[in-house]
């Protein structure tokens, strides 16, 4: 692991960057490319505008990720521009050039309108433009919109991160650690869910929209829903569990991490730490060569036996994958990739060319199914849940006798288990950069 900042390593990534849009340029007959930074919709029957979220295509090539309308421009042989936007406006403050060292890798010009920006690319020939229709019409003139044979390569060759991309996403593992540690400790002391939320915000030094997703925090029952989207206000009685996953951002690129606690010891207690354990023997496949589809029917294997050790189930772990009792606790996928998006594109693909690798059968959500290689990260993220739905539908068909549906009831008023950790693919021992991010804010 480099020890280099993130300044240190920009130019490199960069020259990494242009060098694979030539390539994919030159493959798909564009002399240029053109990325839209982006703009935030405007709420309907209202003048105000939604939250920004910056292209992802866009700021992998420069860290601008809270300023709209920007516009980035680059054909081989020169160097990138960026067009800023630096409007005219007296309800807002514009946005400062940036002044930070990567800015001497790329030309930066000011623009007041980005309507205007087409007179910039209207002479490097057959130009490619990357960013929402709404966008940039106005300006697109000639140049071809989101041609689907170059963005498979760009969303292709993503997947391999910069030495720069993997530093950025040291820190925003950082800073997840530290959200994580503030909201275990609201949980400990008996806070609600909208407490451990806030105090996570604040010791991440971010505002709820510059996270990467919406943190899901969730206590007792709440735990089983996977995406689950609300704050109770008042913390629940008695308190038994707590399921987190959370993230943070570093110059546009995300950590992705969950962590389940039980309350006092006992059973479950004892369940998350055989989930740990599970867990951290996954995250050791994660090593260049292997298929990542092989890493979830493991997943399902290993999860198996830890639900048959602890009485849940009643069969060991490769039969209980092939029957689809293991599917009834564990619905998701192990991971995906994680990198400018939490869940980032290209993950299904095999090739340059969009071709996709298929999902094992039975195993619809799993959103990962490529080979893996070095500098690849993906998250790592095994679960355990007691989901009315999915219980219901196993105890109508032949897994119910696979089940024991007393220990169900006994588990279900914790909701369920996910741990989740960003891992880089590497050659030999893959690393861990969530373990390393909360060893170090010890």
Same mark, same amino acid.
């Given at each position: 692991m480099s020890d280099l900042r993130p300044d240190q390593l920009y130019a490199a990534h960069l020259t990494t960057l242009m060098h694979r849009t030539d390539r994919s340029l030159g493959a798909t007959g564009f002399d240029a490319l053109v990325i839209h930074a982006g703009r935030p919709p405007i709420q309907?029957?209202?003048?105000?505008? &939604?939250?920004?979220?910056?292209?992802?295509?866009f700021k992998a090539w420069v860290p601008i990720v809270d300023n709209p309308r920007c516009v980035l421009i680059y054909s081989p042989g020169a160097r990138p521009r960026v067009l800023f936007y630096q409007p005219n406006d007296f309800w807002h403050k514009p946005a400062r050039?940036?002044?930070?060292?990567?800015?001497?890798?790329? =030309?930066?010009?000011?623009?007041?309108? =980005?309507?205007?920006?087409?007179?910039?690319?209207?002479?490097? #020939?057959?130009?490619?433009?990357? #960013?929402?229709?709404?966008d940039v019409l106005p300006g697109l003139g000639s140049a071809s919109l989101n041609p689907p044979?170059?963005?498979?390569?760009?969303?292709?060759?993503?997947?391999?991160?910069?030495?720069?991309?993997?530093?950025?996403?040291?820190?925003?593992?950082?800073?997840?650690?530290?959200?994580?540690?503030?909201?275990?400790?609201?949980?400990?002391?008996?806070?609600?869910?909208?407490?451990?939320?806030?105090? &996570?915000?604040?010791?991440?030094?971010?505002?709820?929209?510059?996270?990467?997703?919406?943190?899901?925090?969730? &206590?007792?029952?709440?735990?089983?829903v996977l995406h689950y989207q609300h704050l109770e206000r008042v913390s629940p009685?008695?308190?038994?569990?707590?399921?987190? =996953?959370?993230?943070?951002? &570093?110059?546009?690129?995300?950590a992705d991490i969950t962590r389940t606690y039980a309350q006092r010891p006992g059973r479950f207690a004892d369940l998350v730490q055989a989930m740990d354990g599970a867990q951290q023997q996954l995250c050791g496949e994660i090593v260049a060569g292997r298929d990542y589809r092989e890493v979830h029917l493991?997943?399902?294997?290993i999860l198996g036996d830890v639900m048959l050790e602890i009485g849940l189930t009643k069969l060991a772990g490769q039969a209980a994958l092939e029957s689809g009792v293991t599917s009834v606790f564990f619905p998701h996928g192990i991971g995906h990739l994680?990198?400018?998006?939490?869940?980032?594109?290209?993950?299904?693909? #095999?090739? =340059?060319?969009?071709?996709?690798?298929?999902r094992p059968p039975g195993h619809p959500y799993l959103r990962l199914t490529r080979m893996l290689e070095p500098g690849v990260v993906v998250t790592v993220e095994p679960g355990l849940y007691f989901i009315d739905s999915l219980l219901a539908a196993a105890n109508a068909d032949a897994r119910r006798t696979h089940i024991d549906w007393s220990v169900v009831e006994e588990f279900k008023p914790y909701g369920g288990i996910r741990i989740e950790d960003n891992v880089v693919t590497t050659s030999s021992k893959p690393e861990n950069m969530t373990r390393d991010a909360f060893a170090r804010c010890a």
């Open positions: 309907f029957l209202d003048d105000q505008d &939604y939250p920004f979220k910056v292209n992802p295509q050039m940036p002044q930070a060292p990567w800015t001497a890798c790329v =030309d930066l010009i000011a623009m007041d309108d =980005d309507a205007n920006a087409g007179a910039h690319w209207a002479k490097l #020939g057959r130009v490619a433009v990357i #960013g929402s229709d709404r044979e170059l963005l498979a390569r760009l969303d292709y060759d993503r997947a391999v991160k910069t030495p720069y991309e993997l530093a950025c996403m040291r820190l925003a593992s950082e800073l997840g650690a530290r959200g994580h540690r503030a909201a275990l400790a609201v949980f400990r002391r008996g806070g609600s869910e909208y407490e451990a939320h806030m105090d &996570y915000l604040t010791a991440c030094a971010q505002r709820e929209e510059e996270m990467p997703y919406n943190n899901i925090v969730a &206590y007792n029952e709440n735990a089983a009685s008695p308190l038994r569990s707590f399921l987190i =996953d959370a993230g943070a951002q &570093y110059r546009g690129y995300a493991s997943a399902h294997r994680l990198g400018l998006q939490v869940h980032d594109v290209g993950g299904v693909m #095999g090739d =340059d060319k969009g071709h996709e690798r298929e």
